[in-house]
């Protein structure tokens, strides 16, 4: 911890003093920012339940396309009377959480940002930004590239057969494929505040990258609802740059590379 003078940081320091809080006031502070991240995904909600089957139109083009172009009939199917309300309220809470995030985010930033210096808490802008823009670009890729590629595949095999695809079965394969590639391209983010932190290096990621791409493989084969190689590699390809990106932010973002910056500065 910096050591302070009555005039100001003494010669030869840095960095400013951080805050401190103790353990109840964390508790106190964790509390207060979950309520309003609650608050927010109730907002969220109320303003998406209307748009809820506007919302689905956009989820099911996919499928429909895929049925169309094996010459199936268009439609999807309910086996409950209960099932197209239920799928309607998961599609407006979903939708909900997904317009809150922005607030959300920032919360998370509030919670997280006492225990940084000055400098570092001017990320705020850069880490918002591209925490919402990475994982709509991870759901953008599934469901442009990796969605449609998959139905093809799927339908086009059970071509000799009638499908009898249910909305609630749709929907859970949808959610999988498009919010888990959006959670993977979170991988830079996730990177960040372990280099932030000191917990992990470039030249650890980069000695395990091998490890690492066969782990990255695993999670596409999980994620892919095809058993076809193709489909997997495309999964695969951006998390591997991803990867490769996040070294770099590993190396900026290490608190070895900062004080070695800030020395050369003070020089």
Known sequence: M???????????????AMPTMSFLD???ELRRRIIYCIIAVAVG????????????????RPIM?????????????????????????????????????????????LFISP??????????????????ALFAGGGIFGYKLVYPAALDFLIGYGKQFQPMITIGEYTDLFLTVILGLGVVFELPILV????????????????????????????????????????MCIFAAPMVGLY??????AWLMHP????????????
Not at 116 to 129: G, H, I, N, S, T
Request: charge should be positive; proline fraction near 5%; include cysteine.
């Open 2 to 16: 910096p050591e302070l003078t009555v005039d100001g940081p003494s010669v030869g320091h840095s960095e400013e």
């Open 26 to 28: 964390h508790l106190e």
């Open 45 to 60: 909600f109320f303003l998406c339940w209307s748009y809820a089957e506007s919302i689905f139109g956009l989820m099911q």
């Open 65 to 109: 396309e895929a049925l169309k172009r094996n010459g199936m009939a268009e439609k999807l199917v309910y086996l409950s009377p209960t099932e197209p309300f239920n799928l309607y309220l998961k599609i407006g809470a979903l939708a909900g959480v997904f317009v809150s995030s922005p607030f959300i985010l920032y919360q998370v930033w």
């Open 115 to 132: 225990g940084l210096y000055r400098r570092e808490r001017r990320y705020v802008v850069p880490f918002m930004a591209s925490t919402i």
């Open 192 to 231: 960040f505040f372990l280099s932030l932190m000191g917990v992990v290096t470039a030249g650890w990621m980069w000695r395990n990258i091998r490890y690492s791409i066969l782990v990255i493989f695993i999670i596409a084969a999980i994620l892919t609802p095809t058993t076809d190689i193709l489909n």
């Open 244 to 249: 490769i990106l996040s070294i770099g932010i």
């Open 256 to 267: 070895a590379q900062r004080r070695k910056r800030d020395e050369r500065k003070n020089k």
